[in-house]
Structure formats: structure tokens, C-alpha cells
């Protein structure tokens, strides 16, 4: 059965850090991208950051960029998002998800871009 597994979530102080994991089983994300979302309560889901098959291309959003990075290790077949100065509008269920398509500046945040979808990990930023 293929499965992406979250983890890495919790509750941190306003400027903390977080590193959340995105595990996959059932096949080898070596070539996939991998997608980070995010939703919190009464909003829709969107995207944070991308990484392609290869870790060549990498995309995020305006509202982390330069306070996160996206990483892989396909010799452990996970993803990492380290996120880093959270604000409490950080706060949300993230979701990593897979797809064998090639991520591009218009596409990557894309829901329906993605074949494959983890769960989620709670990320809350509060003090």
C-alpha cells in the first residue's frame, strides 16, 4: 500500500523551529516531487514548497520563503521541511504530497498536480 507519513509537528513559540518529515512506504519517492501544504482551520489548503525527483528544482511560497527549506534524502526515502522564525500564521496541518509530474513556477501549488497525499502533521505556533 503506498503511504506518505507525516511527522516532525507540534507546539512551538513564536521564532522557534520545526522539522517536519515526510515518509514514504509502499514505493520509493526517488521519482517523485515532493509537495508541502498547509490548512488551517476555515482556510483552504496551499502550498508551502516543492522539491522535484531530482532536488534540482525548488519552490516556495512567498509567505516562508527565506524562513523554510525543503530537502531529501532518497537513500531514506523522505522529505524535510525545515521551518524556521515561526509566526502564528504558521499554524495548520501540513500535508506532504508525491506526484511523478514535473513541478514547474505555475504549477507546483497545484492540489489536483499530486497523486499522493500524507495525513497531515499539527503545526502550532503560539506562546
Known amino acids: 500500500q503506498l503511504q506518505l507519513v507525516e511527522s516532525g509537528g507540534g507546539l512551538v513559540q513564536p521564532g522557534g523551529s520545526l522539522r517536519l518529515s515526510c515518509a514514504a512506504s509502499?514505493?520509493?519517492?526517488?521519482?517523485?516531487?515532493i509537495g508541502w501544504f498547509r490548512q488551517a482551520p476555515g482556510k483552504e489548503r496551499e502550498g508551502v514548497s516543492c522539491?522535484?525527483?531530482?532536488?534540482?528544482?525548488?519552490y516556495y511560497a512567498h509567505s516562508v520563503k527565506g524562513r523554510a527549506t525543503i530537502s531529501r534524502d532518497n537513500a531514506k526515502n523522505t522529505v524535510y521541511l525545515q521551518m524556521n522564525s515561526l509566526k502564528p500564521e504558521d499554524t495548520a496541518v501540513y500535508h506532504c504530497?508525491?506526484?511523478?509530474?514535473?513541478?514547474?513556477?505555475?504549477?507546483?501549488?497545484?492540489?489536483?498536480?499530486?497523486?499522493?497525499w500524507g495525513q497531515g502533521t499539527q503545526v502550532t505556533v503560539s506562546s
Open positions: 509502499g514505493f520509493t519517492l526517488d521519482y517523485y516531487a
Open positions: 522539491i522535484s525527483s531530482s532536488g534540482g528544482s525548488i
Open positions: 504530497a508525491a506526484t511523478k509530474n514535473r513541478p514547474y513556477g505555475s504549477s507546483w501549488y497545484r492540489l489536483n498536480e499530486y497523486d499522493y
